[in-house]
């Protein structure tokens, strides 16, 4: 499952100075939000299809401007059609440079377009698509939208006054890069590409290695300033609460050691044994660990006394697990913390929610690396990274 707060550093110096991302010279380019803006910027004004046409070609490739609906060159799904999201036209011409399409969509209602292309985004999410979105290719300018298909020709668009606008809840935008508030609640436009293979825009943050400290590092890493915020609750009674709205069924709640010590064939959680020579002082169940089937929805939710007590003895148990065959065992549940929270879950749509929440799994594996688009930070134990990447999607 794919799903992060902080961009991995993906490339040295000197591949940061042949790329051509918009850079200012020596300066931090992040865009501090005061209020919503009414457009990304004033130069991406078009009100018809020739005019954005006209403005995209000043950056990149855009020949053979077609509207046939049966156009082969539209992608088999469509993001939005005319006559919805307030689109009054749409077209698409190629990028004979970087051998890709470039998809254009004029809106009389930007609000409205991005009203829309953000319910697509939770709708595919709550679908289980948790990954839609999050390395989004959606430019838009005042009244018009630009769908790139190539990550090339999207750098090259990045330089414009267009911005790409990013509506899945883990995503973010890392230090160097404007930032700035959509027109829509709980999306944000910038002028960073992302891209799960790295070839996108640049991280321009300090790549540090979260299992030896500070120092230059190609591996994933935090930022200059550590974390960039973890979830904490005051009480289990807050932090069952804090869950309720993200997958985690807790109607059947429960503090007894018998249910806590409760472990099946679908579901084993990572505390084993006295919760608190983990350094876990109070733990919870969420779940139903016996009736007529058996067990299922089994969560446990832990308030931590000692997080580096207990990030060390998840470690330990985790590399036993890795021990067979270099991989977890699908029923075993994940650590994913908090500042004094955990929770304990295998369930991907749990985790998708709490990631969500900015809680971030421990993970331990040795040689682990993330792509650019998440967030990976250093963790308590030793040798472990706190992250809201799973490779392999598990």
């Not at 290719?137 to 020709?153: D, I, L, Q, S, Y």
């Not at 983990?278 to 939710?301: I, K, S, T």
């Not at 021990?323 to 295998?346: C, F």
Request: hydrophobic share 35%; net charge negative.
């Amino acid at each position: 499952m794919h799903v992060k707060r902080i961009l991995t550093a993906l490339a040295t110096l000197a591949a940061l100075s042949s790329l051509t991302a918009c850079e200012d010279s020596g300066t931090d380019r992040t865009t501090e939000v005061t209020g919503p803006t009414t457009a990304p910027a004033e130069g991406a004004d078009a009100t018809t299809l020739e005019q954005a046409r006209v403005y995209v070609q000043r950056y990149a490739s855009c020949e053979r401007m077609g509207t046939d609906p049966d156009d082969p060159r539209l992608p088999l799904t469509d993001l939005t059609t005319v006559g919805k999201w307030g689109v009054t036209e749409r077209g698409v011409c190629s990028d004979r440079v970087e051998n890709g399409e470039l998809i254009f969509y004029v809106t009389s209602d930007m609000k409205a377009f991005q009203e829309g292309y953000k319910k697509r985004v939770m709708d595919k999410i709550a679908a289980g698509e948790a990954t839609y979105g999050l390395f989004s290719r959606v430019f838009v300018g005042r009244n018009f939208a630009v769908t790139p298909t190539e990550t090339k020709t999207a750098l090259k668009l990045s330089r414009s006054d267009l911005r790409v606008l990013t509506c899945n809840p883990t995503a973010s935008v890392p230090e160097g890069y404007k930032r700035e508030k959509a027109l829509v609640e709980g999306c944000v436009l910038s002028d960073f590409v992302g891209s799960e293979d790295g070839s996108g825009s640049p991280n321009f943050e300090t790549p540090r290695d979260p299992a030896a400290g500070d120092g230059p590092s190609a591996k994933p890493g935090q930022s200059d300033t550590g974390s960039l915020g973890l979830p904490q609750a005051g009480s289990m009674e807050e932090l069952k609460k804090m869950l309720h709205p993200y997958h985690v069924d807790c109607a059947n709640f429960s503090t007894d050691p018998a249910d806590l010590a409760v472990e099946s064939i679908d579901f084993q959680p990572v505390v084993r044994g006295d919760h608190r020579a983990w350094g876990v002082e109070e733990r919870a169940l969420c779940g139903y660990p016996a009736g007529e089937q058996r067990a299922h929805d089994l969560n446990w939710l832990d308030v931590v006394s000692d997080m580096t007590l207990l990030q060390s003895r998840a470690r330990d148990a985790q590399r036993e697990d890795l021990k067979d065959d270099n991989r977890l065992s699908a029923t075993t549940s994940r650590l994913l913390v908090g500042r004094n929270i955990a929770v304990e879950t295998n369930d991907p749509a749990v985790r998708h929610g709490l990631y969500q929440l900015q809680f971030l799994y421990l993970n331990c594996e040795p040689g682990f690396s993330a792509p650019a688009g998440y967030r990976v930070e250093k963790a308590a134990a030793a040798g472990c990274v706190l992250t809201n990447y799973e490779p392999g999607g598990n």
